[in-house]
C-alpha cells in the first residue's frame, strides 16, 4: 500500500487528502480541511499564505498522529497569482489576489504596447485581466517597491514548496498560466520579459509535474518532529490536477472542471496557437506528460457563490442544497446573462448585478431568491453549449458527451441542465477531481501507475461517475437561441 498527501486550496477550502493505493484501487481520507479566505485590507486583497503555510503543517500533524507512513506530499492551487522572495531568501511583501483591483486597466496598457496576436503567439494563454503578466505590469505602474528588492517570483504553490523544502523551483503548469511561458520552446519567453522589462533572473528553472522538487527540510522536520517527507512537483495549477482526474477512455475527450471557475475544453498534444484560438479567447494552459489543455474560462459557481455571500450578509442563510431546490421551483428559461460579462468577476453585490444585466438586455430580472439561482445555473449550462461547440470547432473532434468534475457536480441541477443544453450526455466525477489528480501525478512519479491512462482507470474504477442524459431537448434547443441573441454572443 502507497501513502501520500495532496494538499489542494480552492477558493473557499483547503483541504489535505490522503490517499491510499491498494492493487490498483484507490482510497481517499480527508485529513484535514482549513478555511481558505482572502483578506481585505484597505483597498488591497491578499492571500492569507502564512496561515495556509501553518495549514499545511497542521495536515502533516495529523498524518503523523494517524501513524501514516508518508511517500510522498504535493500542492495544488488556483493559478496565476505569486509571491516574491527578497535576497535574503524571506518572502517579501504579501501576495495579491487575482480579484484584487489593482490590474484594472492593465491588459488593455499592456496590449497598447505588444499587440495582443504578439503576446498569443508566444505564449498561447488567453487574455485573462488577471494574469500574472497584467499583474506585474499593475505593480510596475505603481512603482511597487517589491519589484525592486526582490530576486525570485514563486506561484502560490512553489511558495509554499519552498517553504517547506528550502527549494526554489517554478513549476510548468503554473508556469504557463502567467503568460510569461513560451509552449513551444518550452521555457520562460525572453522576449516577452524583455519588452516588459521584467528581469529573467525572476524566473527559475521548471520543474515538469511528476518531477521530485526536494523534501521537508531539516527545520521543518524538527519542528513537526516528521521524517524528510519527498515533496513532488505535481500538476500544481488545480485545473491540471483536475483534468488529470477526467476518468476518461478515449484519447480525445472534452471536460468541464467545475467549481468556483467553469473550465471546459480538452487535451491536446500541442498548443493550438492559430488565429480562431485567439478570436475566440481559448488558452493553451500546460499539462501533465507534455500536454496542453485547450480550454476556456467561463465564469462558473462564483457568481452563486457570491449571491450567497450577499444574501448572508442581509442576514438570509441558504445552504447551497436549498438553493437548488429553491430554483428548481422557479419558472424556467425565463431570463439569462452572460456569466462572463466583466460585470460579474470583483467580488460584489451579484443580485444587484443580475439586475443590471437584465435592465441592460431588457429583460425582466430575476425577482425570488429561486429565480435567481436558476438564472444562474440555466445561463452557466447555455454558456458551456457555446463553448462547447467553439471546443469542437478548433480541436476539429466531435464528442460524444461531456466529463464534469470538481465540486460543481453535486449541483445535480447543473449537470442535468448542461446534459440539456449541450443534447449531449454528462458523465459526472469524481468530485474532488484536482486533489485526485494531485495523487495520482505522485504515484506516476513512483511507478505505481505505468502512465495517465492507467491512472485514470483506476479513477474510474474507485470513484462514482454519474451519467446525465439529455431531455427536454426542444426548449434548451429554442432556449440556446434566444440566450445567444440577448447576450450578443450569436455571430
Ligand atoms: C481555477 C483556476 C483557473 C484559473 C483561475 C485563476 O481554480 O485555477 O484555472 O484561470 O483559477 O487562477
Given at each position: 500500500?502507497?501513502?501520500?498527501?495532496?494538499?489542494?486550496?480552492?477558493?473557499?477550502?483547503?483541504?489535505?487528502?490522503?490517499?491510499?493505493?491498494?492493487?490498483?484501487?484507490?482510497?481517499?481520507?480527508?485529513?484535514?480541511?482549513?478555511?481558505?479566505?482572502?483578506?481585505?485590507?484597505?483597498?488591497?486583497?491578499?492571500?492569507?499564505?502564512?496561515?495556509?503555510?501553518?495549514?499545511?503543517?497542521?495536515?502533516?500533524?495529523?498524518?503523523?498522529?494517524?501513524?501514516?507512513?508518508?511517500?510522498?506530499?504535493?500542492?495544488?492551487?488556483?493559478?496565476?497569482?505569486?509571491?516574491?522572495?527578497?535576497?535574503?531568501?524571506?518572502?517579501?511583501?504579501?501576495?495579491?489576489?487575482?480579484?484584487?483591483?489593482?490590474?484594472?486597466?492593465?491588459?488593455?496598457?499592456?496590449?497598447?504596447?505588444?499587440?495582443?496576436?504578439?503576446?498569443?503567439?508566444?505564449?498561447?494563454?488567453?487574455?485573462?485581466?488577471?494574469?500574472?503578466?497584467?499583474?506585474?505590469?499593475?505593480?510596475?505602474?505603481?512603482?511597487?517597491?517589491?519589484?525592486?528588492?526582490?530576486?525570485?517570483?514563486?506561484?502560490?504553490?512553489?511558495?509554499?514548496?519552498?517553504?517547506?523544502?528550502?527549494?526554489?523551483?517554478?513549476?510548468?503548469?503554473?508556469?504557463?498560466?502567467?503568460?510569461?511561458?513560451?509552449?513551444?520552446?518550452?521555457?520562460?519567453?525572453?522576449?516577452?520579459?524583455?519588452?516588459?522589462?521584467?528581469?529573467?533572473?525572476?524566473?527559475?528553472?521548471?520543474?515538469?509535474?511528476?518531477?521530485?522538487?526536494?523534501?521537508?527540510?531539516?527545520?521543518?522536520?524538527?519542528?513537526?518532529?516528521?521524517?524528510?517527507?519527498?515533496?513532488?512537483?505535481?500538476?500544481?495549477?488545480?485545473?491540471?490536477?483536475?483534468v488529470?482526474?477526467v476518468p476518461a477512455t478515449e484519447k480525445s475527450f472534452a471536460y468541464l472542471s467545475c467549481?468556483?471557475?467553469s473550465l471546459m475544453g480538452t487535451e491536446v498534444?500541442?498548443?493550438v496557437?492559430?488565429?480562431?484560438?485567439?478570436?475566440?479567447?481559448f488558452?493553451?494552459?500546460?499539462?501533465?506528460?507534455?500536454?496542453?489543455r485547450l480550454l476556456k474560462?467561463?465564469?462558473?459557481?462564483?457568481?452563486?457563490?457570491?449571491?450567497?455571500?450577499?444574501?448572508?450578509?442581509?442576514?438570509?442563510?441558504?445552504?447551497?442544497?436549498?438553493?437548488?431546490?429553491?430554483?428548481?421551483?422557479?419558472?424556467?428559461?425565463?431570463?439569462?446573462?452572460?456569466?462572463?460579462?466583466?460585470?460579474?468577476?470583483?467580488?460584489?453585490?451579484?443580485?444587484?448585478?443580475?439586475?443590471?444585466?437584465?435592465?441592460?438586455?431588457?429583460?425582466?430580472?430575476?425577482?425570488?431568491?429561486?429565480?435567481?439561482?436558476?438564472?444562474?445555473?440555466?445561463?452557466?449550462a447555455?454558456?458551456y453549449r457555446c463553448v462547447f461547440e467553439m471546443t469542437q470547432r478548433l480541436s476539429g473532434q466531435r464528442f460524444g458527451g461531456l466529463h464534469m468534475v470538481?465540486?460543481?457536480?453535486?449541483?445535480?441541477?447543473?449537470c442535468?441542465?448542461t446534459a440539456n443544453a449541450i443534447g449531449k450526455p454528462v458523465w459526472a466525477?469524481?468530485?474532488?477531481?484536482?486533489?485526485?489528480?494531485?495523487?495520482?501525478?505522485?504515484?506516476?512519479?513512483?511507478?505505481?501507475?505505468?502512465?495517465?491512462?492507467?491512472?485514470r482507470?483506476?479513477?474510474?474504477?474507485?470513484?462514482?461517475v454519474?451519467t446525465y442524459e439529455p431531455?427536454?431537448?426542444?426548449?434548451?434547443?429554442?432556449?440556446?437561441?434566444?440566450?445567444?441573441?440577448?447576450?450578443?454572443?450569436?455571430?
Amino acid at each position: 500500500m502507497s501513502s501520500v498527501l495532496a494538499f489542494d486550496l480552492g477558493a473557499s477550502s483547503g483541504r489535505a487528502l490522503l490517499g491510499r493505493l491498494t492493487d490498483g484501487r484507490i482510497e481517499v481520507e480527508e485529513l484535514h480541511r482549513f478555511s481558505n479566505d482572502p483578506v481585505q485590507v484597505g483597498d488591497r486583497l491578499y492571500w492569507d499564505i502564512l496561515r495556509l503555510y501553518h495549514e499545511i503543517k497542521q495536515g502533516l500533524l495529523k498524518a503523523k498522529h494517524r501513524g501514516i507512513d508518508l511517500q510522498s506530499m504535493g500542492i495544488d492551487s488556483w493559478a496565476v497569482d505569486f509571491g516574491f522572495i527578497g535576497k535574503n531568501g524571506e518572502l517579501d511583501g504579501n501576495p495579491y489576489h487575482y480579484r484584487d483591483r489593482h490590474t484594472e486597466g492593465a491588459m488593455e496598457r499592456v496590449m497598447a504596447e505588444i499587440p495582443a496576436a504578439v503576446i498569443f503567439a508566444r505564449t498561447g494563454i488567453q487574455f485573462l485581466p488577471f494574469n500574472t503578466i497584467y499583474q506585474l505590469y499593475a505593480l510596475k505602474q505603481a512603482k511597487s517597491p517589491l519589484l525592486r528588492e526582490s530576486s525570485r517570483l514563486l506561484m502560490i504553490p512553489d511558495l509554499l514548496r519552498y517553504f517547506l523544502t528550502g527549494e526554489m523551483h517554478n513549476e510548468f503548469t503554473n508556469a504557463t498560466t502567467t503568460q510569461l511561458y513560451n509552449p513551444v520552446k518550452d521555457d520562460w519567453d525572453a522576449e516577452l520579459l524583455r519588452m516588459l522589462e521584467l528581469p529573467k533572473s525572476w524566473f527559475g528553472r521548471v520543474l515538469k509535474p511528476g518531477e521530485l522538487a526536494g523534501k521537508l527540510k531539516p527545520s521543518v522536520c524538527e519542528e513537526l518532529g516528521v521524517d524528510p517527507v519527498p515533496v513532488y512537483a505535481v500538476a500544481e495549477h488545480d485545473t491540471g490536477s483536475a483534468v488529470v482526474a477526467v476518468p476518461a477512455t478515449e484519447k480525445s475527450f472534452a471536460y468541464l472542471s467545475c467549481g468556483t471557475w467553469s473550465l471546459m475544453g480538452t487535451e491536446v498534444d500541442k498548443p493550438v496557437l492559430h488565429d480562431l484560438a485567439q478570436k475566440l479567447n481559448f488558452t493553451n494552459e500546460g499539462g501533465f506528460g507534455n500536454t496542453f489543455r485547450l480550454l476556456k474560462n467561463i465564469m462558473g459557481l462564483w457568481i452563486l457563490q457570491e449571491c450567497r455571500r450577499e444574501w448572508e450578509r442581509e442576514g438570509r442563510s441558504y445552504s447551497f442544497p436549498e438553493l437548488v431546490r429553491l430554483a428548481s421551483d422557479a419558472k424556467p428559461l425565463a431570463s439569462f446573462i452572460d456569466p462572463d460579462d466583466d460585470l460579474f468577476l470583483p467580488p460584489g453585490d451579484m443580485p444587484a448585478r443580475i439586475e443590471q444585466y437584465c435592465a441592460r438586455t431588457g429583460q425582466e430580472a430575476p425577482g425570488t431568491v429561486g429565480e435567481i439561482v436558476r438564472c444562474i445555473l440555466e445561463s452557466l449550462a447555455l454558456k458551456y453549449r457555446c463553448v462547447f461547440e467553439m471546443t469542437q470547432r478548433l480541436s476539429g473532434q466531435r464528442f460524444g458527451g461531456l466529463h464534469m468534475v470538481g465540486g460543481g457536480i453535486q449541483n445535480t441541477l447543473l449537470c442535468q441542465w448542461t446534459a440539456n443544453a449541450i443534447g449531449k450526455p454528462v458523465w459526472a466525477g469524481p468530485s474532488e477531481g484536482s486533489a485526485i489528480g494531485n495523487l495520482v501525478v505522485q504515484w506516476i512519479a513512483q511507478g505505481a501507475f505505468a502512465d495517465i491512462w492507467e491512472a485514470r482507470r483506476a479513477i474510474r474504477e474507485s470513484f462514482p461517475v454519474e451519467t446525465y442524459e439529455p431531455s427536454d431537448s426542444e426548449l434548451w434547443v429554442g432556449a440556446y437561441r434566444r440566450f445567444l441573441t440577448l447576450t450578443g454572443l450569436a455571430e
